[in-house]
């Protein structure tokens, strides 16, 4: 009998893994609407639901189902741009390429003290930073963008600070490039009858917000990129601040623009900071060139920095590419249960947290593999 019933289980497993439509649930997608009322579209269990909300000095409150955002507070306060150079706090936690896994980064997040056991920000006036790609391939996409927009205002209240950087896919998914959304989120499409990258327009909550955040931040000597800042890139003598404004202004379709020129595709040239792949030497012909010593110096002298923080490439473990201390790569599996990692900065001492709740040394990551 318990052969058969774990037989059963099994089969049951892999028939979910079908998505079947009737048990869908996904949202809400919040909208604004011209006569400042909202709009707010959900799916829950197939069937999808839409209610209008109506706003007082253009606030509301919207209650959702997801456990870790009860409610969605929305103001004119929480649409700003936020500063992308900053002071050193005490402790600052990097994290990156979460790629719709929420659950795991709870677990993380709680079990090393940053938020409390109803997920409510319990961090103080530290600083935790998303370092690009929260979107695309997991099931857990809208939960999780709702849940750092919590954190960045509960933080805010408390003295500390939530960065999010944009990615690759972040920007893709603005602009209509859905290659990498999960199955669920066709469903959604289907039967919202709402174009992907439209859940995430100009008009909504949630595309407000993500176009309003930043492509480089340097907090104190240490600047966060997605992907790479390459001597192409530097030759350009931009601020953080100008890269991260032409960035804004290209996001949206057409999906593919002249990726060849650096300089007008910030956002999507395969040298710019969202593609760059030129540190890891497994990649540089294609995505390089691979900066010298001399130029990844000149990079970081120009911006007063020690060292640069990328995502993008994965690299399993978070630790100093090819045992170089001025380059640190953080993208790990945060889709395997245990496999989650971050960056903590305390004092100019860097350390490696783990989902056991361990501080260990930062690894030396090849990146010839």
């Not at 992308?84 to 997040?109: I, Q, R, W, Y």
């Not at 690759?168 to 669920?184: C, L, S």
């Not at 595309?207 to 990129?225: A, D, E, H, M």
């Not at 040239?269 to 001399?294: D, I, M, N, V």
């Amino acid at each position: 009998m318990l052969y058969i019933s774990i037989t059963l289980q099994i089969a049951l497993f892999a028939l979910l893994q079908d998505v079947p439509t009737n048990i869908i649930s996904d949202g809400p997608y919040i909208f604004h609407q011209e006569d400042g009322t909202l709009k707010s579209i959900s799916v829950v269990e197939g069937e999808v639901n839409s209610s209008m909300i109506t706003t007082s000095d253009g606030e509301a409150v919207v209650d959702t189902s997801i456990p870790s955002v009860p409610a969605i507070t929305i103001a004119p306060v929480h649409y700003f741009i936020p500063k992308d150079t900053v002071p050193m706090p005490t402790k600052l936690l990097a994290v990156s390429d979460l790629e719709g896994n929420l659950d795991h980064l709870l677990e993380f997040l709680q079990t090393h003290k940053v938020i409390d056991g109803q997920f409510n920000w319990s961090w103080g006036n530290n600083h935790l930073l998303f370092n690009g790609d929260s979107v695309d391939r997991g099931e857990q996409v809208t939960e999780l963008l709702w849940f750092i927009r919590k954190l960045q205002h509960q933080a805010s209240e408390l003295g500390g600070q939530v960065h999010f950087v944009l990615g690759n896919h972040d920007v893709m998914i603005m602009a209509d490039d859905i290659r990498y959304i999960h199955d669920k989120y066709k469903i959604t499409v289907d039967k919202t009858g709402i174009p992907y990258h439209q859940l995430f327009g100009e008009n909504s909550v949630l595309g407000k917000w993500l176009r309003n955040q930043n492509s480089v931040i340097q907090i104190g000597p240490y600047i966060f990129v997605h992907a790479g800042y390459g001597p192409e890139l530097h030759a350009l003598q931009l601020t953080h601040t100008e890269i991260n404004n032409k960035i804004r202004d290209s996001i949206g379709p057409p999906k593919w623009p002249d990726r060849d020129v650096l300089a007008t595709s910030l956002a999507w040239s395969s040298k710019g900071p969202l593609w760059y792949r030129g540190y890891f030497e497994k990649h540089a012909q294609e995505y390089g060139p691979k900066p010298t010593a001399e130029e990844l110096q000149a990079i970081l002298d120009s911006h007063k920095a020690k060292a640069i923080i990328v995502g993008h490439t994965v690299t399993g473990n978070v630790g100093y590419l090819d045992g170089n201390k001025q380059l640190i790569g953080i993208d790990v599996h945060w889709d395997t249960m245990g496999e989650g990692e971050g960056l903590l900065v305390t004092k100019g001492t860097l350390r490696r947290l783990t989902m056991d709740g361990s501080s260990k040394e930062l690894l030396d990551i090849p990146t010839g593999k």
